[in-house]
């Protein structure tokens, strides 16, 4: 199966400040690469699809880029209700896998 | 609005079962695939499995193969977990989570937990 890693585990940051997000695939996954945000009791939440493309409603200061097996999810300027948990996720091959998790703390 | 609401956890024995449901309204069901994705408390997403809109492709992971059974019935809109011969390490909140048709995944339900303990 393909192995996700995400770093850092977690990313202590101020509001106002640029987060960048790591997720690495064991393998290529072309760009077949999601995103998704979680909060604590809440159910996870889609951001970023195929790599770079923002879901319905998500505000612009969440982009993804990358391809292959690097990719990067990145919140331009953190407002208070982006600390939360965000996964990785790829649909390339079977089985589905997400990555570990990285945290956005506030510092 | 698309709306996906879990049900059917609770406390079961190691070596039980338990039938999780998942009712889907605002969308198109029958034409789309759904998927089980769980998280253990304090944990990560983990995958589980995924059934096509017809039911013609079924995917599990290695974790629940031969012990869970994913289903649907899209005349009631619904969407079902079978899971035998459970285990502690099956405790988790387990949530329905529906596919566009280019098979992203967008939509989750809240989620239903299940305990297995004695």
Redesign the interface.
Known sequence: ?IVLTQSPATLSLSPGERATLSCRASQNVNSQL?W?Q?KPG?????LI??ATNR?IGIPARFSGSGSGTDFTLTISSLEPEDFAVY?C?Q?SK????????TKVEIK | EVQLVESGGGLVQPGGSLRLSCAASGFSFSNSGM?W?RQAPGK????VA?ISGSSGFI?H??SVKGRFSISRDNAKNSLYLQMNSLRAEDTAVY?CARDTS??????????TLVTVSS
């Open positions: 199966e999601a998704f979680q809440q159910a996870p939440r889609l699809y195929d879901a996964y996720q649909r079977w089985p589905r896998t997400f990555g570990q998790g | 998927n994705v990560g997403l983990e995958w995924y995917y992971a290695d949530y280019g098979y992203v995944t967008d939509y989750w339900g809240q989620g």
